[in-house]
Structures are given as structure tokens and as C-alpha cells.
């Protein structure tokens, strides 16, 4: 059985024991903020073929937006399956001499995903405010990959782009751990961090598959209704 389906089984199940059990204890709540995204892996470096320089990656500003629902087991341990449409991907960049011009060069590779989490969640009621912690499988659902390149020199910048959802994987499993703060009036402050647990890379026919996750921290608030 495919990792991917094993993933969809286990969301389903999670989420239908945990509604059934206290369905009238249901809450929602929206949430969005920012992701600093780059990609993690053993194949994540770029050789600059005519020095032997090794380029790593850089991280990439993105945004995370979705919704959520909670639902409690007991007083403090509840599920929450989550939807959020989330912006990762990183980026290259480099400045060289060529023919005494100094030129900029930036491949950003920007990926588009609607991620589904489905988290334990543990808080540590406290008067005021509620401090919890979280962590859970995710499975996402590849939306669209781009790779945009952008050449600066004397002044003049020229840019370009290219299509490149034929090599990514259409599904990304991950984990996720995180923690927060959830403030009385229904608002709460997140940060989590977001790993895939397997490449994204979907190698052309005859290539080998390379060694490339995505790695993602999010800032993220949210309203609890």
C-alpha cells in the first residue's frame, strides 16, 4: 500500500473517532501568517561548474493561510485536523564575473501546496491564556511549481520562468511539531516547523531520484470562533 493512502487512512479514522466523541465540543477557528521555507537534503547544493563552488540554498518568504477545527477529548488533549494552503520552495543566488561584468544571478523555485495536518494537540490551561504544543503527520497536495530566474548587470534585468510541476511529487508527507499561545478573545500565536519525511523530487525518465525535502517555519495567528 502506497505511503500516501496509508496517510489518508490514518487522517480519516483520527478525525471521525475524535468527531464522534465529542461532536457538541467542536470548535473553529482561521489562521495565516508567514512561512520562511527551504529545502533540507542531501542534494539540495548546487556546483558552479567552473569554480567547484558549492551554492546552498536560502530560504524563501512565503505565506501560510487555512482554517481549523478542534476537537477535545478531555480538558486538555484535543485533535485538530487542519486545512492550509501554504507557499514553500527556496532559492539560489550568486554574483560572478563574467568578461569584467559583474553579474547577479537568483533561481527562486516556488511551490504552492494545500497541506492537510492532522495534530494532537496538549494545553496547559492557565487563567488568562492557554500555552499548548502540537505535533502530527501531514500529507500535502501539490498545487503548482514554478521556477523563476532572475539575471541582473549593468543595470539591466532580465527574468524568466518555467513550469516545473512535471518533477515535483503530486503528494508530500511530513510532520509537523509547533506550540503556541491561545489569548482570551479567541486569538491565538503559533510557530511550528514542517518536514517532509521523503523527497518532493520527481526525476525525468532515465535521471536518478535526488535527495530534496521541503523544511518549513511558520509564524502564524489565528481566531478562534
Do not use: C, H, W
Not at 509537523?176 to 510557530?191: E, F, K, M, N, Y
Request: charged residues 20%.
Amino acid at each position: 500500500m502506497k505511503k500516501t493512502t496509508v496517510f489518508i487512512l490514518v487522517f480519516t479514522v483520527i478525525f471521525m473517532a475524535a468527531l464522534s466523541a465529542r461532536a457538541n465540543d467542536v470548535t473553529f477557528g482561521i489562521r495565516g501568517g508567514l512561512n520562511i521555507a527551504n529545502f533540507t537534503g542531501d542534494d539540495t547544493e548546487v556546483v558552479d561548474d567552473d569554480t567547484g563552488e558549492k551554492i546552498s540554498t536560502e530560504s524563501l518568504l512565503g505565506m501560510a493561510i487555512g482554517g481549523y477545527l478542534n476537537i477535545p477529548i478531555s480538558e486538555t488533549f484535543s485533535i485538530q485536523p487542519e486545512l492550509i494552503y501554504s507557499q514553500k520552495g527556496a532559492k539560489y543566488s550568486q554574483t560572478y564575473t563574467f568578461q569584467g561584468m559583474e553579474i547577479e544571478y537568483e533561481a527562486a523555485f516556488k511551490l504552492d501546496y494545500l497541506d492537510i495536518p492532522v495534530l494532537a494537540k496538549i494545553s496547559f490551561p492557565s487563567g488568562s491564556s492557554t500555552p499548548y504544543l502540537y505535533f502530527g503527520p501531514s500529507i500535502g497536495m501539490n498545487l503548482s511549481a514554478k521556477l523563476e530566474v532572475e539575471v541582473t548587470s549593468g543595470g539591466i534585468t532580465l527574468s524568466d520562468s518555467a513550469d516545473m510541476k512535471d518533477y515535483v511529487k503530486s503528494t508530500d508527507t511530513g510532520i509537523v511539531v509547533g506550540g503556541g499561545i491561545q489569548l482570551t478573545g479567541g486569538l491565538s500565536l503559533d510557530a511550528r516547523y514542517t518536514v517532509s519525511l521523503s523527497t518532493i523530487d520527481e526525476p525525468a525518465e532515465g535521471f536518478d531520484e535526488g535527495d530534496i525535502k521541503n523544511s518549513v517555519v511558520s509564524i502564524l495567528a489565528g481566531y478562534r470562533f
